[in-house]
């Protein structure tokens, strides 16, 4: 797990992304993150929101602590069943066949917060980016690669309206 800033700390904006960097497009998450990482150092002053970054091979139900204190949460994952180049779906607490396993779901992490934290999880949102292979020891392809630029360009627009809010 890497951070920009400590979970724990008290930045207002959470990012989490997963992934596993050798996966060919299963790392699209975590390139994501860094990409939004660097954008963010620098972005100086009163322009920078205070953002914690998360960066895991799953989600697992630790993260659900992570979310305390949070004003918004940006999950960011890759998927194969997209047709377009990313999704962006709001998320509720949900529990699913994920929530008694090891790798939870977003909506399940969710879940955990409501149900260990007794207090309701902050406004969330699950960006997912159009994958075409996972295949160990291989680039992310050509393809994914253009979609996480127009990914970056909404995720940045996001961290954009936070720091208004």
Sequence with gaps: MTSLA????????LLIAWGNRSRGDDALGPLLLDRLQAWLGQTVGAQAPQVACIEDQQLQVEHA???????????IDAALDLRQPFAIETLRARRDASFST?????????????????????????LTLRASAFDLGTPPSAQALSDLALAEV????????????
Excluded: E, I, K
Aim: hydrophobic share 40%; proline share 12%.
């Design 6 to 13: 400590s979970p724990a700390d008290n930045a207002p904006w």
């Design 65 to 75: 602590l992570d979310l305390l204190g949070r004003r918004g949460v940006l999950f």
């Design 102 to 126: 090891h790798a939870l779901s977003p909506q399940a992490v969710l879940q955990a917060h409501l149900d260990v934290c007794r207090c309701p999880p902050p406004p969330s949102t699950l």
């Design 154 to 165: 909404w995720a940045r627009d996001w961290l954009t309206r936070c720091r208004r809010t």
